[in-house]
T-cell receptor, first 114, second 114 residues
Framework: DAGVIQSPRHEVTEMGQEVTLRCKPI?????LFWYRQTMMRGLELLIY????????DSGMPEDRFSAKMPNAAFSTLKIQPSEPRDSAVYFC????????????FGDGTRLSIL | SQQGEEDPQALSIQEGENATMNCSYK?????LQWYRQNSGRGLVHLIL?????REKHSGRLRVTLDTSKKSSSLLITASRAADTASYFC??????????????FGKGTKLSVIP
């Protein structure tokens, strides 16, 4: 059974470039989460989708960040333009059902902005 | 916002010993979850304990919850080198926050020495 799949696993790019991170949730899961993990701040929720609809994007740090979920099998997180302080590991997670359920995480994208 | 805080930040033990990690949180919860993160990988759900439960077991894992002290502990018995990882507690929003949202602590880094 395939887990949550994220791509790319690593991304190194220069400041000012557009970055697109991709996520394929577990089939049948109706909730999708994007997180950012840093040493200083730990794991932070960026945005939550339920049934492909963004429910809470209060964690998105700035207008430079945007996320979409065009269908139940795919989501993207885009940063444009990127800045060095965006360097972090970005995780996508999915879960099944309503309320707080166990979340299944992908292996993350390690993003480095030079 | 409420947040679980794990204690200790780092723990080093010999293989075969038991490992105990603690988590404290600030406000009421509906449930508390524990996750494991191996280096370079995503978080893996270990166990969920509801606010009306005091203890839960899963294999070599034992989780306790004391809602009066707003604390939880994770015990790993007969540790193995493969248990080396970071362990996180995550709390839901209780009655106040979004019903979907988990807030993660900074984690305990466990090293099991063969």
């Amino acid at each position: 059974d395939a887990g949550v799949i994220q791509s790319p696993r690593h991304e190194v790019t220069e400041m000012g470039q557009e970055v697109t991170l991709r996520c394929k949730p577990i089939s049948g899961h109706n909730s999708l989460f994007w997180y950012r993990q840093t040493m200083m701040r730990g794991l932070e929720l960026l945005i939550y989708f339920n049934n492909n609809v963004p429910i809470d994007d209060s964690g998105m740090p700035e207008d430079r960040f945007s996320a979409k979920m065009p269908n139940a099998a795919f989501s993207t997180l885009k940063i444009q333009p990127s800045e060095p302080r965006d360097s972090a590991v970005y995780f996508c997670a999915s879960s099944l059902g309503e309320g707080v359920q166990p979340q299944h995480f992908g292996d993350g994208t390690r993003l480095s902005i030079l | 916002s409420q947040q679980g805080e794990e204690d200790p930040q780092a723990l080093s033990i010999q293989e075969g010993e038991n490992a105990t990690m603690n988590c404290s949180y600030k406000t009421s919860i509906n449930n508390l979850q524990w996750y494991r993160q191996n280096s370079g990988r995503g978080l893996v759900h270990l166990i969920l304990i509801r606010s009306n439960e005091r203890e839960k077991h899963s294999g070599r894992l034992r989780v306790t919850l004391d809602t009066s002290k707003k604390s939880s502990s994770l015990l790993i018995t007969a540790s193995r080198a493969a248990d080396t990882a970071s362990y996180f507690c995550a709390t839901d929003g209780g009655s106040g926050a979004g019903s979907y949202q988990l807030t993660f602590g900074k984690g305990t880094k466990l090293s099991v020495i063969p």
